[in-house]
């Protein structure tokens, strides 16, 4: 009823863009209708549809959501798509020899299932009452989601949350509003109820348009309707709750039973049948001739969520215990639910009952559902006779939820911890794990305050810990710039006054240090550091192989900043490889972040834009917000020198937009390093110089110690071909009082390029000479390159033409190998201007791109757009974009429009 323009609207949205539309509105307003109205349209057009419903009954139990949808007995399937959706269902609910051990694996595998299905006819995924599905299902529907645009999978999501489903907050939202006036009569006029026109007044001025409530009002025009004086459209759910509760006094007492069952998670006929007997289900027999519920396909379904509710919060405590324990009898194939109503029946510490939903938060856990995992455990703590137990059953809860991105509610937890434990190593871990998960988020600096709160305990109680949380805080003080005066005292401290550690834990304590010691003086490189980053070995490999890849880690980020940089890659490449085989790679995500900075630096940029990719993935399968940003900042990196620096400038500009100020110093400096070459790749000198400058105060400090003296030779380059040279002087002076002398060869590199650039006359010379002629230059080669490029344009402007063209030409050839093209375009036109004709291309061919890239570039040749493409190979416009970007400089084109020649030069 007056829905028309709204369903025209999803459905177009259905049908185009990313393919997911998310609609939000309170209850009884027609969400549900609404998802109906387009089920029907998509099967009318031949469409597969599968449906998950959130029910809160179900939302401790891990994947209910995600397993009712993969079961598509309605769909007429092919045998192998049939099997591998049994297969995904065995591992979803973790029988047999198949559980969820990787959730991104998980996720990717279900989002292949759902591409491969449309291949036959487009597939429409709808949730409903999203606000109640369990997390792990949510976690991996809303990811799937966010990966299929360009296919020919669209998902529908309804949820009572008026800022819409959580990972979806980049997709279009809808929000259905109320009727209005003329819509409600004409409602209430189509339900065939004589009404008398003051008891329709009163209706639709206590409905405000709420459909289901007008409907529920004009059924029960007997109870009590008088006008509420309140125009508060959040009232409606109450009162429509008061409705159908109007209709349950009339109903038997065994209806009402039969009710109760399975408003407490009894949906299914035969789990009703075992606790009624065969001839129960009969009992619900006038609830449904009042349409209060229906049975179809076995299953009792309410006919509006708020029945169910209603019944449920209106039984008494006594009813719903007798109505989970009859329950927990009647599940003895599902221990999961077993326990959980068990639990539900408990109104006392149970040592048993505890120790099965403990039992059932580790299974939880193995299958990657952290969210009930912790729900389960949290509630195997309220039911423990022991204290200790009960703590330590807590702290389990919290170390599962770090791994969920519900940072609110950890906290909460945290906090409750420590206020009724006296056990200071209790508290200690508490505040250590509410700090470690907010370091995961945007709250970088609350993260680090909460830390340094937790190590004072940390130092009597448990050292290994507190070494652990001065690794996080140390990390927390390099990525905002701020603290490390405060981390190094308490560094001090411990390395006084931390008892020493057995076994391996020495070694891990002195990969932890390192870390440490070089995140708080990146610049600094102690010879004794340098030496053990570079010559320390490996653990003994019986170890558990989460402390061979954590020292691994340490040792590569801190190479990473020492500059290091082979060092580095090999550390760093193999902790990562460590983690991806062990289970529950926690910290993985760091690692990749390092990784990918390595990777860059090394001007391995396909390789970088790989791992952000997967870093992107792994912070979105994790709820990992603050990582996912780092993904897409290193992505929009890459995008800036070898993609599209529109695109680029696009990406970093959001990220921006979504950091809070002077929140995350290194990734807000980082994204602006982005703006600047994405403009200079465009083009663009002055705004690539006002880019430049930004990463630096109006008296030449930095907005980040590290990372903007990493572009200082960048910023004095681009600056001076912008024709500002002054502008810059007293940021590079500032920063040769900084480093000047120093033990690192790349930021000596750097500086000496950055004088080159501004010194006048002859006294430029040794500068360029230094920058370019060092034996370990080559480490870097981008920066090198640049190096070669500013030496040679020097040279031809001091009218020393052939010196100039071999520094020209070596540039023009490292940009190409890098696949640079802007600059290297740069350097051409500077080869140009020093006398050498424009060097002839050499024939591209097709033998060096993959079978994928090859498949792109041939369609791409044809004139498809990246969503054309895309539609063809079941693949997202980004990764279509991705593989060209790759492909471009193996085949030493810089744009699509000349693929057509390139591939077929006949034009035929």
Sequence with gaps: MGRSELLDEIWRLLREGPRVVCITGEPGVGKSSVLGEVAARARADSWSVLAARGRPSERSLSYAGAVDLLRTDELELDP????????????????????????????????????????????????????????????????VANRLAGSRVSFLVATR??????????????????LDLDGSMTLLEGLGIRLDPVVRTVIVERAQGNPLALREFARTTGSSLTPSGSSDPLDVPPRVEAAFAAELPGLPPSTRAALLLAAAGASDIGVLERVLGVDGVGDLEPAEAVGLVSVVDGHVRFRHPLVRSTIYTRASARERVRAHRDLADAYVDDPARRVWHRAGASLRADEGIAGELMATAFDARDRGAHSEAARAMLRAAELSPSRVDRESRMLEALMMLGHTGHVARL????????????????????????????????????????????????????????????????????????????????????????????????????????????????????????????????????????????????????????????????????????????????????????????????GAFAEAADTARELIDLAEARSLVFYRLVGRELLARVTAVVGSPEAARV?????????????????????????????????????????????????????????????????????????????????????????????????????????????????????????????????WPFELAHAELGYGTWLRRQRRPAQARDHLATARDAYARLGVHAWAAVAEAELRAAGVAQAEAAPASLDDLTPQERQIVLLAGRGLTNREIGKQLFLSPRTVSTHLYHAFPKLGVTSRAQLRGLLDPSGD
């Design 80 to 143: 192998g798509l049939r099997s591998r959706a049994e297969e995904l269902v065995e591992t979803l609910v973790g029988r047999g020899d198949e559980r969820v051990t990787d959730a991104l694996s998980l996720r990717l595998d279900i989002a292949a299932w759902l591409r491969d299905l449309a291949g036959r006819a487009p597939v429409l995924v709808l949730v409903d009452d999203q606000q109640w599905l369990d997390d792990s299902s949510w976690s991996v529907l809303s990811f």
């Design 651 to 779: 990406e970093a500009e959001a990220i921006l937009r979504a950091l809070d100020v002077d929140e995350c110093a290194a990734l807000e400096a980082n994204l602006i390093v982005t703006l600047a070459r994405a403009a200079f790749a465009a083009g663009d000198l002055a705004g690539s110089a006002r880019h430049a400058r930004a990463l630096f105060r109006a008296d030449g400090r930095p907005l980040h110690p590290h990372v903007c003296l990493r572009a200082l030779g960048e910023v004095a380059q681009v600056a001076v071909r912008a024709g500002e040279r002054d502008a810059v002087a007293v940021i590079v002076e500032r920063a040769r009082a900084r480093l000047e002398g120093t033990a690192d060869v790349r930021f000596e590199l750097i500086l000496q390029r950055a004088l080159a650039a501004l010194a006048e006359g002859d006294e430029a010379e040794a500068f360029h000479a230094m920058a370019t002629s060092h034996p370990q230059a080559a480490t």
């Design 411 to 602: 906290q909460a937890i945290s906090e409750r911890i420590r206020e009724e434990s006296d056990d200071p190593t209790v508290r200690a871990r508490a505040a250590h794990q509410a700090a470690y998960a907010m370091a995961q988020t945007m709250r970088q600096s609350a993260a680090l305050d909460a830390l340094e709160g937790s190590l004072e305990e940390m130092l009597s109680a448990d050292a290994d810990a507190g070494w652990a949380a001065l690794t996080t805080l140390a990390s927390l003080s390099y990525q905002t710039g701020k603290g490390s005066e405060r981390v190094r005292g308490w560094y001090d401290r411990f390395a006084r006054e931390a008892p020493a550690t057995p076994g391996p834990m020495v070694e891990m304590t002195r990969a932890a240090r390192t870390w440490i010691e070089v995140a708080l003086a990146p610049l600094s490189r102690p010879p004794e550091l340098v030496a053990r980053v570079r010559d320390t070995p490996p653990l003994d490999l019986e170890i558990p192989m989460d402390l061979l890849a954590a020292q691994e880690v340490m040792l590569g980020a801190a190479a990473w900043l020492l500059d290091e940089t082979e060092v580095a890659s090999r550390r760093l490449e193999k902790g990562a490889a460590l983690m991806r085989r062990s289970i529950g790679p926690v910290n993985l995500a760091q690692t990749l972040m390092a990784l990918g900075q390595v990777q860059f630096d090394r």
């Design 161 to 178: 949350d008026a800022a819409g489903a959580e990972g979806l907050e980049d997709l279009p939202a809808l929000a259905i509003a109320p």
